[in-house]
Nanobody, 115 residues
Framework: QVQLVESGGGLVQPGGSLRLSCAASGSIRSIVMGWYRQAPGKQRELVARISSLGSTVYYEDPVKGRFIISRDNAKNTVGLQMNSLKPEDTAVYYC?????????WGQGTQVTVSS
């Protein structure tokens, strides 16, 4: 079973950028991967997903045009470049398969957007 470890979160001012990384303990080359987030008091939601070879990406409307999902199958990593961050992007960010599998959830990485 693959374990996923997210990193790269932090505190950033509105309009700033962060790059998140998800490292997998095994091969994810055949897996559609996604980034998800959970804000305080809200359900976890999909942010973006990427096909197994990285040729197709999808973004939820709130992040479209600001976030970029990518992957490196040779390194078993998935990245999320977040630009023009807004306070409403504040959440714990997770990576997982798409659709998500309960046993794949990691600890996530906290992103806080605040002045």
């Amino acid at each position: 079973q693959v374990q996923l470890v997210e990193s790269g979160g932090g505190l950033v001012q509105p309009g700033g950028s962060l790059r998140l990384s998800c490292a997998a303990s095994g091969s994810i080359r055949s897996i559609v991967m996604g980034w998800y987030r959970q804000a305080p008091g809200k359900q976890r939601e999909l942010v973006a997903r990427i096909s197994s070879l990285g040729s197709t990406v999808y973004y939820e409307d709130p992040v479209k045009g600001r976030f970029i999902i990518s992957r490196d199958n040779a390194k078993n990593t998935v990245g999320l470049q977040m630009n023009s961050l807004k306070p409403e992007d504040t959440a714990v960010y997770y990576c997982n398969k798409y659709p998500p599998v309960d046993s794949y959830w990691g600890q996530g990485t906290q992103v806080t957007v605040s002045s």
